[in-house]
Nanobody, 123 residues
Framework: QVQLVESGGGLVQAGGSLRLSCAAS????????MGWFRQAPGKEREFVAA????????YYADSVKGRFTISRNNAKNTVYLQLNSLKAADTAVYYC????????????????WGQGTQVTVSS
């Protein structure tokens, strides 16, 4: 059974930092793209960042480039998202996802999803 479990969300002041973790289990993810998405109330789920287990390529949404960093620990089957210089606009539920789809920036490209972790940034 494939499981993606996020952790690390919370309440932080604007300008602060958080580190989200996504622990993956249940299969081998070496050929998968691992992504982070977020969804704010009343808005569609949007792409934040992605990386491949192999190769090390990373991808970011323009809105987070330079502030967020995605990384992974292959030995622990864990993907991280470091959130720096947080803004109120970053407030959302953050989801980890794994996929082998044709796109890395659309939710349709991902087969597995975590339950989400809430990030709230106070201004």
């Amino acid at each position: 059974q494939v499981q993606l479990v996020e952790s690390g969300g919370g309440l932080v002041q604007a300008g602060g930092s958080l580190r989200l973790s996504c622990a993956a289990s249940g299969r081998t993810f070496s050929s998968y793209t691992m992504g982070w998405f977020r969804q704010a109330p009343g808005k569609e789920r949007e792409f934040v960042a992605a990386t491949k287990w192999s190769g090390g390529n990373t991808y970011y949404a323009d809105s987070v480039k330079g502030r967020f960093t995605i990384s992974r620990n292959n030995a622990k089957n864990t993907v991280y998202l470091q959130l720096n210089s947080l803004k109120a606009a970053d407030t959302a539920v953050y989801y980890c996802a794994a996929g082998k789809g044709f796109t890395i920036v659309q939710p349709l490209g991902y087969n597995y999803w975590g339950q989400g972790t809430q990030v709230t940034v106070s201004s």
